[in-house]
Each structure stands twice: as structure tokens, then as C-alpha cells.
């Protein structure tokens, strides 16, 4: 079997496993559901404000282009802005489309990439933008925890549990699952071939970390040499996130669910972190069952409302990313050739 053969027989079974993991989660949500009531959350739903919030969003992604292109105009990368956005359309679909494991950061750094003599550069620019945005993300949540304040943030339930109570009372039986594991992962680390498996997962982990260090490292020197890039991205990252919180409160309202605004300023950036860890298929499932748990047992919020805002969001993502999908099967995401190949560099025909 080649290397080929090999990758691609990863990839189904990454896919396998992560779509998996997205029907179970989507099952346990199902179950504790009742739908009719979960329709008349929907039938408060006006459509302006729906198509308020679709608009919030990709308002937000434009400015995610806008930010992008700054990091490309910044590493020499002289591509013009509609293409940025028209590849950051194009990455949104790959994301809420394709169950690939080829993301749409990776869909913007090699087409960008492919039209360049600067490929580590477009390579860098995309790592630099994902890098910030999470950045980004987790100082909005932190901001959100703060201005709160310790007290009165979340509305009072009646169905919040005690979790730490409930490890403590059942600390015996984590006790035996955690020792079961334990047992079973040394057993598995005597068998021949698993040991050579994790040996190749432990260099495949080492090479990508190699990686990472030199795009952390092309990054900071990025940094250096225009001091007011990362505060200017930082400004705009906190906008465009905005933004789409405020809307999304606008709609959790419209639903009558009584989170403060303050509340979806630390729920939402909390999942979209968790939600971009790649064990589901563009976080179906994992990012709408923490949505429900975080508004139901902290924000007052009802199982049924939660519910309507976790899938108005995901509805809104989806909607969004129609514009990339046209932007696929027009091919319009290639930059237009002139008498050649076409370099994004100089715009000039490469002999």
C-alpha cells in the first residue's frame, strides 16, 4: 500500500469517527427534546431578524477578509481584496460542507499558495489569521467573565446541578474506569503494532510541531516589523466577533431567553473554541450540546429555547456559506490569468 493509499485511508476513518461522534451527540441532544415545543420557539421568530443576524455574519466574514489581507499586504503577498474574499467564502464552505479533513484554512493557504513564488509566506498569512482569531476569541470570553463580575452574570435555575458534588459522589466509580483505562493502555502499549503506530503518530506530531514553531517564529517577526499589525488585527478580530454576539443576542431575545447580553459574550466565544477542535464534523453536535448546557444551566434559559438558538446559529453559518459554494462551482476562486500564469506577487506572466 503507498503513502497515497495510506492517507487516504486515514482520512475516511477520521471521518468515520468524527461523523460519529457528531450523530451521538446530535442523538443525546434528540432525546431529552420535545420538538413541539421546540417549534413554537421557531414561530417566534421573526424573519427580518433572522435575516439581520445572517447579515451580522457575513458583514463579519468580509472584515475577516479585510483582516487577512492585511497579514498578506504586510508579508509582500499583493493580492487584490476581492480575491481574499472570495477565498474566505470559499474556506467557510469547506468548513460547514465537506466532512473532508481539509479545512478551509487550508483551502485559503493553498490556493494562495498555488499563485505565488511566496508560499511559505500565504502559508504563514493564513496560520497568523487563524492565530489571532483564536486569540482573539478567548481574550473576548476572558473580557465577558470580567465586566460581569463574579455575581449576577447568569440567571438563577432551578435545574442547575451541583458538578463538583456529583464527582465527589461518585469518585469510587471514576476511580475504577480511570484504573480500567489505565490497565487497557498499557496492555495495548505491549502489542508490536501498537507501539509502531504510536511511534509514527508521535513523529508526525514532532514534525507538525517543528512546523508550527517556524510559522510562530516568521509570525513574531511579522510582529516586529509592523508593530501596529497586531493591535489593528486584534481591533478587528473583537469587531467582527462582536458583531455577531450582538446579533445573536438580538435573536436570543426575539426567543424570550433571559441570558444577559453579557452572558453570550462568554458562552458563544467559549464553544466556537471548543467547537474548532477537530473530534466532529465542523463541531455538529459537540458545539450545539455545550450551547444548550452553558444557556440552560447558567443563562435561565429553557431546554427548547437553547436548543432553537444553537440550530438558528448553525442555520446562519450554513446560509452564509452559500456565497462560497457559488464561488466553487464558478471557479471565480482562481486569480485571473493574464497572457499566462498568473503571479499574485507582481502581476506579471511567470515564463
Known amino acids: 500500500m503507498t503513502q497515497d493509499d495510506n492517507n487516504r485511508k486515514n482520512s475516511h476513518i477520521s471521518i468515520i469517527l468524527r461523523g460519529g461522534v457528531a450523530l451521538i451527540a446530535c442523538c443525546l441532544i434528540a432525546l431529552k427534546l420535545d420538538f413541539k415545543e421546540v417549534a413554537k420557539v421557531f414561530t417566534n421568530i421573526s424573519v427580518w431578524v433572522l435575516g439581520v443576524v445572517v447579515a451580522a455574519f457575513l458583514v463579519s466574514q468580509m472584515i475577516l477578509a479585510f483582516r487577512w489581507w492585511l497579514f498578506m499586504r504586510s508579508s509582500n503577498i499583493q493580492i487584490p481584496l476581492w480575491s481574499a474574499i472570495k477565498l474566505t467564502f470559499l474556506g467557510l464552505y469547506f468548513n460547514n460542507f465537506l466532512p473532508g479533513s481539509i479545512g478551509g484554512d487550508l483551502v485559503r493557504a493553498w490556493y494562495v499558495a498555488k499563485h505565488t513564488d511566496r508560499r511559505m509566506a500565504a502559508v504563514i498569512s493564513v496560520f497568523v489569521d487563524r492565530l489571532l482569531a483564536l486569540l482573539g476569541t478567548i481574550l473576548m470570553a476572558l473580557t465577558g467573565v470580567m465586566l460581569a463580575g463574579q455575581e449576577g452574570l447568569f440567571v438563577a435555575s432551578d435545574k442547575k446541578k451541583d458538578y463538583l458534588g456529583l464527582i465527589s459522589e461518585h469518585r469510587g466509580l471514576i476511580f475504577v474506569v480511570f484504573s480500567i483505562g489505565v490497565v487497557l493502555a498499557v496492555g495495548l502499549a505491549t502489542v508490536p503494532a501498537v507501539r509502531f503506530r504510536l511511534k509514527v503518530l508521535y513523529l508526525k506530531a514532532l514534525q507538525h510541531g517543528k512546523s508550527a514553531f517556524v510559522h510562530l517564529l516568521e509570525a513574531g517577526m511579522l510582529f516586529v516589523k509592523k508593530p501596529l499589525l497586531g493591535p489593528g488585527a486584534l481591533t478587528l478580530t473583537f469587531f467582527l466577533q462582536g458583531l455577531v454576539i450582538l446579533s445573536m443576542w438580538f435573536l436570543g431575545m426575539e426567543m424570550g431567553i433571559p441570558t444577559p447580553m ?21 463541531g455538529i453536535g459537540i458545539m450545539e450540546g455545550g450551547l444548550i448546557v452553558l444557556f440552560t444551566q447558567f443563562g435561565g434559559a429553557t431546554l427548547e429555547a437553547a436548543t432553537a438558538l444553537a440550530l438558528c446559529q448553525r442555520a446562519v453559518w450554513i446560509i452564509a456559506s452559500l456565497p462560497g459554494l457559488g464561488v466553487h462551482l464558478s471557479g471565480k476562486h482562481l486569480p485571473s490569468e493574464i497572457g499566462g500564469r498568473f503571479s499574485i506577487d507582481d502581476h506579471q506572466e511567470i515564463n
Open 262 to 282: 453579557e452572558g453570550y459574550f462568554v458562552f458563544l466565544p467559549v464553544m466556537w473554541v471548543v467547537g474548532s477542535v477537530p473530534i466532529s464534523i465542523a
